[in-house]
């Protein structure tokens, strides 16, 4: 069984920071990648950041200059870590992967159960 955990949620004061923790856990062959979404109350869910084991990055423009995505390949873990956050980050993080658990499968993409971050002003 695959698994996703989050872990690093929490309440912080507008300006603030938290840092974000994901690990992948079960049988896994090659991850392509890994990244962080967040939805907010009555929005959809959107991209925050990605990146590759190669270190390579993405980054929503909201999330530009303040948050930085890395990942550790050998444990595999994605950590996202969110300066000076503001009011309207506040939203359920997700952590997503997209992997192969064999050598001859397809690509497949898993998703945590998310972790509520909500930024007060």
């Known amino acids: 069984q695959l698994q996703l955990v989050e872990s690093g949620g929490g309440l912080v004061q507008a300006g603030g920071s938290l840092r974000l923790s994901c690990a992948a856990s079960?049988?896994?062959?090659?991850?392509?990648?890994m990244g962080w979404y967040r939805q907010a109350p009555g929005k959809e869910r959107e991209l925050v950041a990605t990146?590759?084991?190669?270190?390579?990055?993405n980054y929503a423009d909201s999330a530009k200059g303040r948050f930085t995505i890395s990942i550790d390949n050998a444990k595999r873990m994605v950590y996202l870590q969110m300066n000076s956050l503001q009011p309207e980050d506040t939203g359920v993080y997700y952590c997503?992967?997209?992997?192969?658990?064999?050598?001859?499968?397809?690509?497949?993409?898993?998703w945590g159960q998310g972790t509520q971050v909500t930024v007060s002003s």
């Open positions: 990146v590759i084991p190669g270190g390579d990055t």
């Open positions: 079960g049988s896994i062959f090659r991850i392509n990648n």
């Open positions: 997503t992967t997209r992997l192969r658990r064999t050598p001859w499968g397809s690509w497949g993409d898993y």
